[in-house]
């Protein structure tokens, strides 16, 4: 062939090729999307003009681009209508995002992969959602896409991302955090577990074994996770923890005599079921607050004498605890104690506990103790529970903190059958650590037996109950085999009358493998059954997948939780503040929980008086509400530094104390009308009736020795402001912003301010 | 003066040739490749099997769950946990809630544009009780779908429409 013909043959292919280019770039899928997207622009059109424009409008290149978050996106090539609300119903891809998250996130500004993932530069679908090889990064849809919010919102919770800040607090509140370390996250929450020195003094045996062999048969929704531990391994743990004394407990003197009905007064006035489980309903259900442990069999777990020590030296006993140091005299400790032994028991223990065996002799139980305590830091156990000269605290799990961005080929799937990807295999570790447990790996054909009963025994777990303690002995094979399992069965793997098969004696270490392997005697594992539902599995999939290496795209973009005063009293105050716990159910500020009001702007809202007067003698705030502060019989003094402090402190400068100018009675009874056309009465009371949704604004408290009426209580600015916006004040509020004008809420709060007590002459207290 | 033909010699006219053609056979090549790999059924990525998984073990779906979180924090106190008028302030008001289950409610429930008017507007600016406060200025459009989304849950199939 000529070198010419050559010549012409190759300018014709290359022309070829380069029409083909030009070809495809035309018909590319974005560009039909374009198409289709203009045309269903034009149908909803209504100027002939632009309809006719947009019929014949050409494709257009487009892509977002912001060098700061290292964006190139091209996604809204295809996905046109991402942000024309008229899109809401369209197919995809010309759908509009769904919610209203591009408002706060405009996709001109931060593109789509920030959040999504996915291939931003490539032009095809398969390409761009990565879900091609070696793209590591796909397409994030749904929930899934929480997991990148907090590259920018590195802490705190998450607006609009609820299963993310969910999943990142169960981080801690579970404890995942005790055994393994996740940088940033800091400790494990010092609620999750009680410290156990003094353990012993504090428990039955019989309590205690059942409860480290199944918590949950013992108490409703345990926090503690099932272990799965055996019998053999909870006698141990139970051994060495029983050995736990608390000489404050063991040298007190006996409790001296209580009396029921004192008792039963003194648990009523104290609000025990605020945080205490006390008992179930009638379908089954606990009834009381879950701050606290549930107490429903607390007598069959304790004795009276760490019960009376507890009440009279709460905080001594437990510095971290969460209960508050309740002000009892002996004898007031001891009715209560009474009531507690009397109410509180669990007759199927109580049995168990007249059955149990003799404890085993001195020598054999310190033996038994010292592999407990091996136990004890094996399990981790000591990363949630503090244990005084116990095993220190060691994270046994391995980190988390780039969990995320771990090569997917690292991940050990074992032989559970999901699909090889990051999310189902947090899924399924989270909801079934159990199916990764393993067996040996090695084939038995491929050892000697004696090879193989080494294995076995080097194998079984847990480490500190065999192999450590004892080499396997020398001797015939069969032997060996009844050897281990003997010990097995002692530790209670298997059945007492599991047998070796009689006959064919060269399988024997053959089945042994087998059967331990059945048993999960082999389980390496020890992470535990947390029992979580799909959705509290799918929490912290999506917060373990937003564990990644990627950290903020940059420091502009970091997203800070809204700056709050920081609440830290001092001196007295913050004395009383400890004493009595107040934190463990109120929050101030940054402080606090949300079981009881939020005092954060309490001075602006309430009567100084009023409040003196409630610390004092504390009343249930609604008809409908079982619980109520307890009666922490205050003296004077303490309820007038707490009340003088929380009223000076939490009085905003923004809400007047009075309104200017002063509300007249016009006013108020304009507002007396207004009450009912706005339908108020359906949620509060007043003299007239009203339901029972709010608190009441007119009831008087027996015995309370000041008005408890709206008028008496509250404070004329801030009802007004109340009434403005309820959920600027407190954004959980049930009561519905009304669109009030600016004499409508004046007039309301006039009437509401002139709801006051009609009763004695009021006592003022300096 | 006259133009010189530049002199390539015939060796480098070749290997010019051989590299033309040596890319458009690999341009071919690649485009082949890409085409093999975008074949369906590529890549597994199992998140939407994984989320639709938990979706269908759960009784209700996400606009549902949305929808229950709101009625049972701001309407079920009247209207009560199942919707039947017998929350725990029901009684104390001089008219009764709406009953969710009942056939009327289903009725009414076709014209959704009315239903969310009360929602957003209270009972009274739809000729209803007072006692249903407007809602429009704590619930935003989305929220008030949820919520009637749940209501739909709430209220059951239509008459005569065929039951799960």
């Known amino acids: 062939m000529s070198l010419r013909a050559l010549f012409g043959l190759s300018s014709l292919l290359l022309a070829l090729l380069t029409l083909a280019t030009f070809v495809d770039e035309f018909t590319a899928s974005w560009a039909d999307h374009q198409r289709e997207y203009n045309t269903l622009l034009a149908e909803k059109a209504t100027d002939p003009a632009l309809k006719k424009e947009l019929v014949s409008r050409w494709p257009v290149f487009e892509q977002i681009y912001n060098p700061e978050l290292g964006v190139v996106d091209r996604c809204i090539l295809c996905h046109r209508g991402i942000d024309n609300p008229d899109m809401k119903n369209a197919s995809q891809p010309h759908r509009s995002h769904p919610g209203n998250l591009l408002e706060s996130h405009p996709q001109q500004k931060y593109g789509c992969t920030i959040c999504h993932q996915g291939q931003g530069r490539a032009t095809d679908k398969q390409a761009a959602w990565g879900r091609v090889s070696h793209w590591e990064k796909p397409l994030l849809t749904g929930s899934f896409v929480q997991a990148t919010c907090t590259r920018c919102h590195v802490s705190g919770d998450v607006p609009q991302a609820p299963l993310i800040s969910r999943g990142r607090k169960m981080l801690r509140s579970l404890g995942c955090v005790a055994c393994h370390q996740v940088e940033g996250l800091g400790g494990v929450d010092p609620r999750v577990a009680p410290d156990l020195s003094g353990i012993g003094s504090k428990v039955t045996r019989a309590w205690l074994s059942r409860w480290l062999t199944r918590p949950d048969s013992v108490l409703p929704a345990p926090k503690m996770p099932d272990y799965g531990l055996r019998s053999g391994e909870v006698e141990a743990i139970a051994a060495y923890l029983m050995q736990q004394r608390s000489p404050m407990v063991d040298s007190a003197p006996a409790v001296p005599e209580g009396d029921y009905d004192r008792g039963s007064l003194i648990y009523k006035q104290f609000q025990c079921i605020d945080c205490h489980v006390t008992?179930?309903?009638?379908?089954?259900?606990?009834?009381?607050?879950?701050?606290?442990?549930?107490?429903?069999?607390?007598?069959?777990?304790t004795n009276r004498k760490w019960l009376f020590a507890w009440l009279r030296e709460t905080h001594r006993m437990q510095p971290r605890t969460l209960m508050p140091h309740f002000k009892l005299s002996d004898q007031q400790a001891a009715d209560l104690v009474e009531y507690i032994c009397e109410e509180w028991y669990d007759p199927d223990i109580e049995d168990e506990v007249l059955d149990e065996p003799e404890p085993a002799p001195g020598e054999q139980k310190k033996e038994l103790a010292a592999v407990g305590m091996a136990l004890f830091a094996n399990y981790g156990c000591s990363g949630c529970h503090g244990i005084d000269h116990g095993p220190s605290p060691t994270r046994i799990g391995p980190e988390l903190t780039y969990?995320?961005?771990?090569?997917?080929?690292?991940?050990?799937?074992?032989?559970?059958?999901?699909?090889?990807?990051?999310?189902?295999?947090?899924?399924?570790?989270?909801?079934?650590?159990?199916?990764?447990?393993k067996g040996l790996d090695v084939p038995s054909h491929l050892l000697s037996?004696?090879?193989?009963?080494?294995?076995?025994?080097?194998?079984?777990?847990?480490?500190?109950?065999?192999?450590?303690?004892?080499p396997l002995p020398a001797g015939k094979e069969d032997d060996t085999v009844t050897w281990i399992l003997d010990r097995v069965k002692a530790a209670g793997f298997l059945k007492k009358a599991t047998m070796p098969p009689p006959s064919d004696e060269a399988s024997r270490p053959v089945w042994l493998r087998k059967t331990l392997e059945n048993s999960g005697a082999f389980s390496v594992l020890k992470m535990p059954d947390f029992g979580l539902s799909d959705e509290d599995s799918l929490a912290l999939t999506i917060a373990l997948m937003s564990l990644t290496e990627e950290g903020p795209p940059s420091k502009r973009y970091i997203a800070s939780p809204p700056a709050t005063q920081h609440f830290d009293p001092q001196g007295q105050v913050g004395q009383l503040f400890d004493r009595y716990r107040c934190l463990s159910c109120h929050s101030v500020w940054d402080q606090g929980e949300n079981l009881a009001a939020d005092l954060s702007n309490e001075g602006s809202r309430v009567d100084r008086n009023w409040l003196y007067e409630f610390l004092r003698r504390p009343y249930s705030m609604r008809r409908t509400l079982t619980i109520a502060m307890p009666q922490f019989h205050l003296t004077e003094d303490e309820a007038r530094t707490l009340a003088d402090y929380l009223w000076f402190v939490t009085t905003r400068d923004d809400i007047p104390g009075r309104l200017d100018p002063p509300l007249t009675a016009t006013e108020a009874e304009a507002g007396k009308l207004l009450f009912q056309a706005k339908g108020c009465q359906a949620c509060h009371q007043t003299s007239t009736g009203g339901g029972d949704v709010g608190p009441s604004l007119a009831t008087q408290v027996p015995d309370f020795p000041v008005g408890t009426w709206a008028g008496d209580k509250l404070r004329e600015g801030w009802v007004a402001t109340w009434l403005k916006n309820p959920h600027a004040l407190l954004p959980e509020a049930r009561e519905p912003r009304l669109d009030l004008?600016?004499?409508?809420?004046?007039?309301?709060?006039?009437?509401v301010m002139s709801l006051r007590w009609p009763g004695p002459q009021q006592k003022v207290n300096p | 003066m006259t133009l010189d033909r530049p002199n390539i010699t015939p060796g480098i006219n070749r290997a010019a040739l051989i590299a033309i053609l040596a890319y458009c056979v690999f341009?071919?090549?690649?485009?082949?490749?890409r085409g093999m790999q975008h074949a369906p059924g590529g890549a597994p990525y199992g998140f939407e099997s994984l989320e639709e998984r938990i979706a269908l073990s759960a009784p209700l779906g996400p606009q549902e769950t949305k929808g229950k979180i709101l009625y049972d924090h701001y309407c079920a106190v009247c209207h009560g946990d199942s919707g039947q008028a017998d929350g725990l302030n029901a009684s104390r008001l001089t008219i009764g809630p709406r009953d969710f289950t009942a056939p009327e409610f289903r009725a009414r429930l076709k014209d959704e544009t009315a239903v969310v008017k009360v929602i957003r507007e209270g009972g009274l600016a739809s000729g209803l009780s007072s006692s249903m406060p407007p809602w429009g200025l704590t619930l935003n459009p989305t929220q008030t779908t949820e919520l009637v989304t749940y209501l739909k849950k709430l209220a059951g199939p239509p008459a005569g429409a065929p039951g799960p």
């Open chain 2, 27 to 33: 341009a071919i090549f690649m485009e082949f490749v």
């Open chain 1, 741 to 751: 004008t600016q004499a409508e809420i004046r007039a309301l709060t006039a009437f």
């Open chain 1, 403 to 437: 969990i995320g961005s771990k090569d997917l080929h690292r991940f050990d799937f074992g032989k559970v059958d999901i699909r090889h990807t990051r999310p189902d295999y947090f899924f399924a570790k989270v909801k079934d650590p159990g199916q990764f447990g």
């Open chain 1, 279 to 301: 008992r179930f309903s009638r379908n089954g259900k606990p009834v009381g607050g879950s701050i606290g442990p549930a107490l429903v069999h607390v007598a069959t777990k």
């Open chain 1, 449 to 470: 037996s004696r090879e193989l009963l080494e294995r076995i025994w080097k194998g079984l777990t847990p480490a500190a109950l065999f192999s450590e303690r004892t």
